[in-house]
């Protein structure tokens, strides 16, 4: 019996290590995940000029913003056919308000949805395509949808040079531009 006895304390003990080393292992990884750059939790990272950039670039070309909302964000619109937009530089929307509007648009107003399925399943505002309908004004279709690393990256842009930075100027403008360029001369240096 002693030997069977002894066998039995040594499986035992080789359990207890086995679930040891096994929860440490599992600690560790927990640990590394949260000091891990780009781990859940994270803060997320400033944007980079070319995300800024690329920002700019879809605010103009796929989204084609500036018809409404001008070149600058300003509200001066750069179409005459198209519909009024909000004056970016003023509004008192955060980084998620600013996401939010992009995606869904803006209820009973001309503000598009960007998201392409903003109103099949009740992520926006709770509401569905048959919903919309109710409202007098309706939403227009937008000039293209954007996905979501899309819509982030013209936040990015909006929240580096347009959002809270007050009226457009000379100044603004070579900043904004990043130059003195031909929509500068508009204003008075």
């Not at 780009?38 to 084609?64: C, F, H, M, V």
């Not at 300003?74 to 929307?93: C, E, F, I, V």
Request: net charge positive; proline share 5%; aromatic share 8%.
């Amino acid at each position: 019996m002693g030997v069977y006895t002894s066998l039995m304390v040594s499986r035992q003990k080789r359990s207890i290590w086995r679930r040891f080393l096994s929860g440490a292992t599992v600690g560790v990884a927990i640990t590394a995940a949260l000091v891990v750059p780009g781990a859940q939790g994270q803060e997320p990272q400033a944007p980079t000029a070319s995300d800024i950039a690329e920002g700019l670039r879809l605010y103009q070309q796929k989204g084609n913003c500036q018809a409404c909302h001008g070149w600058s964000g300003d509200g001066h619109k750069t179409d005459s056919q198209m519909p009024d937009g909000a004056n970016l530089r003023d509004t008192k929307l955060n980084r998620s308000g600013l996401v939010t509007t992009i995606k869904c648009g803006r209820l009973n107003s001309q503000m598009p949805a960007f998201d392409k399925f903003a109103y099949s399943d009740g992520r926006c505002y709770g509401k569905k395509q048959a919903d919309l309908k109710s409202y007098p004004t309706r939403m227009p279709d937008p000039p293209a949808t954007l996905q979501q690393r899309e819509i982030d990256l013209i936040v990015d842009f909006l929240l580096a040079k347009v959002v809270g930075k007050g009226p457009m100027d000379h100044a603004r403008c070579v900043e904004f531009w990043g130059s003195d360029t031909a929509a500068c001369k508009e204003f008075l240096k």
